[in-house]
Nanobody
Framework: QIRLVESGGGSVRPGGSLRLSCAAS????????VAWFRQAPGKEREVVSY???????????YYADSVKGRFTISRDNAMNAVSLQMSSLKAEDTAVYYC????????????????WGQGTQVIVSS
């Protein structure tokens, strides 16, 4: 069975940092585009970042404008995982964060992703 499992969420004060991880089983993530989405209460799920496979668009990376300069997406192929390092967190970053995998190039469109994790909660508050 193909599974994606997020971890690393929690509660942090504004300005703090968290590192989320998306670990896969049943597929090799390096062959897939992997995205992080988030969904805050009362809002639609939105893309935060994605990273292409190494053979698609040279492994290119996308960041939403709202997180540029603060978040970094990266692969840990030895662990078959993709991480999202989040720094300088703001209250508006509070959301459930999901990872997703898509064959081929990455996309900002939720419906184009094939596999999803269960989500991990991030709360940024004082």
């Amino acid at each position: 069975q193909i599974r994606l499992v997020e971890s690393g969420g929690g509660s942090v004060r504004p300005g703090g940092s968290l590192r989320l991880s998306c670990a896969a089983s049943g597929l090799t993530l390096d062959y897939w585009a992997v995205a992080w989405f988030r969904q805050a209460p009362g809002k639609e799920r939105e893309v935060v970042s994605y990273i292409n496979s190494a053979t698609t668009n040279n492994g290119g990376i996308y960041y939403a404008d709202s997180v540029k300069g603060r978040f970094t997406i990266s692969r840990d192929n030895a662990m078959n995982a993709v991480s999202l390092q989040m720094s300088s967190l703001k209250a508006e970053d509070t959301a459930v964060y999901y990872c997703a995998a898509k064959y081929g190039g990455g996309s900002v469109i939720r419906a184009e992703y094939d596999y999803w994790g269960q989500g991990t909660q991030v709360i940024v508050s004082s």
